[in-house]
């Protein structure tokens, strides 16, 4: 069962230095067969396999694939998800 939110992870190659993103899943499929999954303006888009592999897929000329990002399943009522209404603050 795929999950419908995901947190990626972007790191650089020392591991040091985290940008994270989420994303929700999308009617579309990627080249792989597994769901596409996107960050709200689009731009971020990823294939995730339901073993959590990450294939980062292009949005628009220019880009270049980040070869460092991990994917974290979101639950309802994760506390760590910043756009769980439940952890938002009245």
Do not use: C, W
Not at 3 to 12: K, M
Not at 18 to 35: A, L
Not at 37 to 62: M, Q
């Amino acid at each position: 069962m795929n999950s419908v939110r995901y947190e990626l992870v972007f790191s650089d190659d020392t591991g040091s230095t985290q940008d994270v993103v989420i994303v929700g899943r999308t009617s579309s499929k990627g080249p792989g067969g597994h769901p596409v999954y996107a960050d709200p303006t689009g731009i971020i888009r990823a294939e995730i396999s339901d073993r959590n592999e990450v294939r980062i897929l292009a949005s628009g000329g220019h880009q270049v694939p980040a070869p460092h990002v991990l994917a974290r399943r979101l639950t309802d009522g994760d506390p760590m998800d910043p756009a769980d209404p439940s952890t938002s603050a009245t």
